[in-house]
C-alpha cells in the first residue's frame, strides 16, 4: 500500500483518494506522506543554495 498527502484536503490519503494532480507522493509509510511539504520545503532550500543560477535576485 502506498500513501499519498493531498494538497487540496491537506491530509494524508491511501491509493484512493483525489486525483494526483492534487496529490505528492507516493509514500511508503503514512509518516514520511505526513512529513511532504517539510520534506518539499527541505529540498528547495537545498537547490536554491546549490545552484545560485536560479536565483532571481542574484545579479
Known amino acids: ?4 498527502y493531498c494538497l487540496k484536503h491537506k491530509t ?4 484512493e483518494g483525489c ?4 496529490r505528492l507522493g507516493p509514500y511508503e509509510t503514512e509518516a514520511e506522506a ?3 511539504l517539510a520534506k518539499v ?3 528547495n ?3 536554491d ?3 545560485e ?6 545579479e
Request: glycine letters at 0%; charged letters at 45%; aromatic letters at 14%.
Open 12 to 15: 494524508v490519503e491511501p491509493d
Open 45 to 47: 532550500e537545498a537547490w
Open 1 to 4: 500500500m502506498s500513501y499519498w
Open 49 to 51: 543554495k546549490a545552484d
Open 41 to 43: 520545503e527541505e529540498r
Open 53 to 58: 543560477k536560479w536565483d532571481d535576485e542574484a
Open 34 to 36: 505526513a512529513n511532504a
Open 19 to 22: 486525483r494526483n494532480a492534487d
